[in-house]
């Protein structure tokens, strides 16, 4: 890249001294706006540098006459071409720039006659990390600017000596294009005319020693090449024509809290494939999940993190491209449009999102500008061992302020309706995964991560003021306090906190046989001694189905048709039990297999009647989680539960009552061995009959069929503290749900 400098040259009275010019021709100017383009000296004269190595010749010409106004002399054989301009030339007149070689002209503006794009307002938010609309102003994007076409590019890099955009359209050469610093928040910029969307870029960076870092992605791209490469895609915000108000409208005048709440995890690579196992591009992926999602009834989907992630096999929860949706699918404007045709089904859209931490591929925000700018310097804060990856630096203005500005942009750029936030616990404690003298401790010498707690307290209060609606979700796996209070309260401030206590305990009992399950019935009502703490999801997610923990079909005890009974029983409970809902592709059709994020879910399965009816069943328990507002509304409220039966250790039996705001209660009981059991009796609050209303036993579902028929009438007899009773058959293995008669 280097050459060097002519030192027989003698340079015109006026050039850019010999340092300049070195630096120049070596890629290593700092502030290429104080010397390159048109300057004026302290004499008034105007001169004019250029630097095109890719011409012989270059004259400056006048915008809409082309007219010569100049022709450059070449001061350095590495195409460094200099002029002093005619003193009748308006300072401030617009020029071009006309090149030749080998006989062949083109024309082009000049990058360095352009003034800053970033006010001074951006640059004192951004240093103050209140930068709210971050990505409006950073990153790449498409526009006009004093009245000629290209793209302003911004980046954060504060301890850079220089900053240069690269891409095939300046030969991936540093030092076509040095950016202007601004060097009261660490930013540099440059407008290039004439780029347009499509085109590929990286920054190229002198670190702080003097290195040149390998080539960077975008850290504010909204597009990035499909992986294995890694460039960034100029693209701008998304033109997507939103057909979403109405959904909007209402999920902003309507929580989530009070509301049925059933969410279908998935993996867009691996739900469905094509037919020689390609992934399936947004297009297509809407066209299916749409129908399958409100066929089965679930609420919502949860998407596994869509931003670009270099590493297929981290499922995206190693991300690169915190703004821009994976290029595997399609494009941004392609993933807009998977969204509203969800929204416009009446299906909400979670994403995963992952502030917690980043791999360390060398073209990412590892060591960005040659320091750990992004990242603690100290490994003891900096940098996870069981995932090898480095951890934000919560506490440095301008990166908290990055990751905000991240999650407010799904949701607002996107609409998505909620963030479900990744490896929360490891945020908050400093000696998380980590043994003693492996930490640092906090300032009060304690092992929470205070920069962490006031990032996602920011974090979830900012969205709460932008975005009317937007749920975020934390999977937060200890006892920490509050995670769903409002932070006014002292809480962490997100509206829901995956139940991880209720999900270790319920699998952990499901997966004994049923005969030892007697010792191990605290394990299914345990959970209600806390249930109400936070604002809780069961989650039966991913994580339960991969790393050799087998499918939820296989975790099962017993024979066939004991692994579909225990299978079918536990999903009743989980729908009834209070919390809102989550469920992993696949398990809602009894995938036999563990899940492999190479290929499609085995959809053949469906084609076994054990399987369908599996499916079924969900489809049914979702309508029912739905229609009975007893078994939604106070979801995480003491008032909608109430135990009847929680303590027959003996047969494995439970029962309880949900309740709604209003209307008539629901009777729950599960029997969780293989045992029909005639004539139990439990109490309940109100005489008259009962509907079966659902059976998981049910022939339907794969069932024996054992049941109570339609309805049974109450006895006038008091039980379990309630003034009336039914004597029922309890189907094996299963779960029931019975409502009186209106």
């Not at 890629?27 to 105007?46: I, K």
């Not at 090149?99 to 004192?124: A, C, K, N």
């Not at 299916?288 to 297929?312: C, I, K, N």
């Not at 290929?599 to 029912?624: F, I, K, P």
Request: glycine share 10%.
């Amino acid at each position: 890249m280097t050459r060097i400098p002519d030192p027989d040259q003698t340079l015109p009275e006026g050039a850019p001294a010999q340092a300049l010019i070195d630096a120049i021709v070596t890629g290593r100017l700092g502030d290429p706006f104080a010397v390159l383009g048109r300057q004026t000296g302290p004499d008034g004269a105007q001169t004019l540098t250029v630097f095109a190595p890719d011409a012989d010749t270059v004259s400056a010409i006048r915008n809409k006459s082309g007219r010569s106004i100049v022709d450059l002399d070449r001061i350095h054989p590495a195409g460094l071409f200099w002029a002093r301009l005619p003193a009748k030339l308006k300072s401030d007149a617009p020029y071009r720039l006309r090149l030749s070689r080998d006989g062949h002209g083109w024309e082009r503006e000049d990058p360095y006659r352009f003034g800053p794009v970033l006010g001074d307002l951006d640059e004192y938010l951004i240093a103050e990390g209140r930068h709210d609309d971050l990505y409006r102003r950073l990153g790449a994007h498409p526009m006009t600017h004093d009245g000629v076409a290209g793209v302003a590019f911004a980046v954060w890099a504060p301890n850079a000596r220089r900053v240069s955009v690269v891409g095939h359209f300046n030969a991936w050469d540093g030092r076509r294009h040095p950016m202007r610093r601004r060097l009261g928040a660490g930013l540099w910029e440059i407008f290039i005319p004439g780029l347009v969307p499509g085109d590929l870029y990286k920054y190229e960076i002198i670190g702080a020693y003097g290195e040149v870092l390998p080539l960077k992605a975008d850290p504010v791209s909204f597009r990035q090449e499909p992986p294995p490469a890694t460039g960034s895609v100029v693209s701008g915000l998304p033109d997507h024509d939103w057909q979403d108000a109405g959904w909007m409208a209402e999920r902003a005048a309507t929580p989530l809290l009070n509301r049925p709440v059933s969410i279908y995890e998935v993996h867009l690579g691996s739900w469905r494939r094509g037919a020689n196992g390609e992934v399936l591009d947004y297009a297509t992926l809407a066209d299916l999940l749409v129908d399958y999602v409100r066929e089965m009834g679930f609420t919502h989907v949860e998407l596994m993190p869509v931003s670009e992630h270099p590493f297929t096999g981290s499922w995206g929860y190693q991300p690169i491209g915190l703004f821009a949706p994976t290029a595997r699918h399609g494009s941004p404007a392609d993933f807009a449009g998977f969204v509203d045709r969800l929204h416009g089904a009446g299906i909400g859209v979670i994403v995963d999102w992952v502030p917690a931490h980043f791999p360390a591929d060398e073209h990412g925000l590892a060591r960005f500008d040659g320091t750990a700018l992004y990242e603690h310097e100290d490994p003891r804060l900096g940098f996870h061992r069981d995932w090898n990856t480095l951890i934000y630096n919560f506490g440095r203005n301008e990166v908290a302020n990055f990751l905000r500005a991240s999650g407010l942009f799904w949701l607002e750029v996107y609409h998505v309706d909620g963030l479900r936030v990744d490896a929360v616990a490891s945020m908050l404690y400093l000696d998380y995964s980590r043994q003693p003298g492996e930490w640092i401790p906090n300032r009060h010498g304690g092992r929470e991560n205070l920069d962490a707690i006031d990032f996602l307290r920011a974090t979830n209060a900012l969205i709460g003021a932008r975005a009317p609606g937007a749920a975020t979700l934390a999977e937060e796996s200890t006892a920490w306090p509050g995670v769903s209070r409002p932070v006014d309260q002292g809480g962490l401030g997100f509206d829901f906190k995956w139940n991880m206590g209720w999900m270790h305990d319920s699998l952990h009992y499901i997966a004994h046989d049923p005969i030892h399950r007697r010792h191990h019935h605290s394990e299914m009502t345990f959970s209600m001694h806390y249930a109400f703490t936070e604002n809780f999801v069961l989650p039966i997610s991913h994580d339960e189905v991969v790393h050799g923990k087998g499918s939820l079909l296989n975790k099962m005890p017993g024979d066939r048709w004991q692994k579909f009974a225990n299978l079918r029983a536990y999903l009743g409970f989980m729908w009834t039990h209070p919390g809102k809902k989550l469920l992993f592709m696949g398990c809602e059709f009894a995938q036999e297999r563990e899940w492999n994020h190479d290929t499609s879910l085995d959809w053949h399965l469906l084609d076994d009647a054990s399987h369908a009816g599996v499916q079924t069943l969900v489809r049914d328990l979702n309508r029912a989680y739905r229609d009975l507002p007893a078994l939604h509304q106070l979801d995480c409220d003491p008032t909608g539960f109430e135990w009847v039966i929680p303590d027959d250790a003996e047969n494995s039996v439970f029962a309880f009552l949900r309740k709604g705001a209003e209307g008539a209660p629901v009777l729950i009981l599960c029997n969780l061995t293989p045992v029909v059991r005639d004539a139990y009796r439990v109490g309940v609050p109100l005489g008259g009959k009962w509907t079966q209303y659902l059976n998981t036993d049910a022939a339907a579902y794969g069932g024996s069929n054992v049941g109570n028929g339609d309805a049974v009438h109450a006895l006038d007899d008091e039980s379990h503290g309630l003034p009336f009773t039914l004597s029922l058959t309890l189907p094996p293995l299963a779960t029931l749900i019975f409502i009186p008669e209106s």
